[in-house]
Nanobody, 132 residues
Framework: QVLLAQSGGGSVQPGGSLRLSCAAS?????????VGWFRQSPGKEREGIAV????????YYADSVKGRFSISIDNAENTVYLQMNSLKPEDTAVYYC????????????????????????WGQGTQVTVSS
């Protein structure tokens, strides 16, 4: 059974930082995966904010988080992280990690999907609240 277990959410003041973790069990991120972080706030559509291919290559960041958030992976721990710096109130949302297997050749041609509908493994979600 595949499980993506998230941790690290919480409340922080504007300008603060948080790091979210997404630990996989029954599944290996070190194979050819697209892994992404998504978020959704009330009344808004789910947004893909950071996506990368575990086989290497560039990382996609949404304009809304570019320069402030970074995605990384610890293969030994089979865990993906989202480091969030300079947090703003508009970053308040439920954050989800997600993964999908993708052949390297496909990723080379099209990149990793940014739409959540194309991912088939999901974390449980974690709330991030940015407020003074």
């Amino acid at each position: 059974q595949v499980l993506l277990a998230q941790s690290g959410g919480g409340s922080v003041q504007p300008g603060g930082s948080l790091r979210l973790s997404c630990a996989a069990s029954g599944y290996s991120f070190s194979t050819r995966n697209c892994v992404g972080w998504f978020r959704q706030s009330p009344g808004k559509e789910r947004e893909g904010i950071a996506v990368f291919f575990t086989g290497g290559g560039s990382t996609y960041y949404a304009d809304s988080v570019k320069g402030r958030f970074s995605i990384s992976i610890d293969n030994a721990e089979n865990t993906v992280y989202l480091q969030m710096n300079s947090l703003k109130p508009e970053d308040t949302a439920v954050y989800y990690c997600a993964a999908v297997l993708r052949p390297r050749q496909v990723v080379a041609e099209t990149g990793c999907p940014v739409l959540g509908d194309e991912y088939n493994f999901w974390g449980q979600g974690t709330q991030v609240t940015v407020s003074s």
